[in-house]
């Protein structure tokens, strides 16, 4: 059988970027926040954490939120969201928008913090902490764990000690989603954090599939892997 045509393909991807782009500008209008412009990690003051190992600013796409959400936490109303390597916050506040009662973020850039603080806003569901993912310290009761690729294995793997560490103390559910791009070179190292997170004895992996047809064409291009831990 033919394959779709090469130009179309690519004309179906770059039409797809655009709509990513727009709908995150759109998010930022709609909730008078500030969440579209990319930072490189030179660019930010890391008082704690390994900066060599962190990636660049790049707030996920709402689309992914919006679709994995209803697929790995049909009901959020008892759980905690958490995000790693949180930014300015455009994560934690699609989770609020979907009804997690609470979620926390932990970013090492000092300048993102203040944005996703200003975000926020005061009195909010919405926590951000300051500081490094690695010693994170987990909330208590069910979690949803967020990472929109935000470092290498040296540092996920640290991140995932301490999330077993947690879970063994305080036994809870908890559902990690990781993004990262289909197409992300190798020295990324997005397809060791993808081979860690499998090997993870204490994590076990779950279908996330979105549920309509335009959900899963708008996704295509992200490599999305989520895991559970503790009781199903
Ligand atoms: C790709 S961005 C994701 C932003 C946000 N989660 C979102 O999806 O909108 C990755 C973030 O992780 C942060 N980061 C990298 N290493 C970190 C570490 N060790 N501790 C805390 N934050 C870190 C970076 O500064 C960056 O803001």
Known sequence: MRGIPGPLLRKARHARVLLHARESEAFDRRHGVDTVAAAQIAELTVAEGDAGEGRMYVGSPPAVLRNCI???APDPSGMTFVDMGS???RALMLAALAGFPRAVGVEFGEELHE????NVGLGSRIECRLG???RFAYPDGPLMIFFNNPF???VLG???????????ERPRRAVLLYQSMKDAPPESGTDENLAMLDDRAFLRPVPVRPAGAWGRLMLRPFALRAHEAGPA
């Open 132 to 134: 490094d993912a690695t």
């Open 152 to 154: 290498r294995a040296p």
């Open 115 to 118: 944005v996703a603080l200003r």
């Open 158 to 168: 640290a991140v995932l000690d301490g999330l077993e560490a947690s879970l063994a």
């Open 87 to 89: 930014g300015k916050g």
């Open 70 to 72: 209803p697929v790995l």
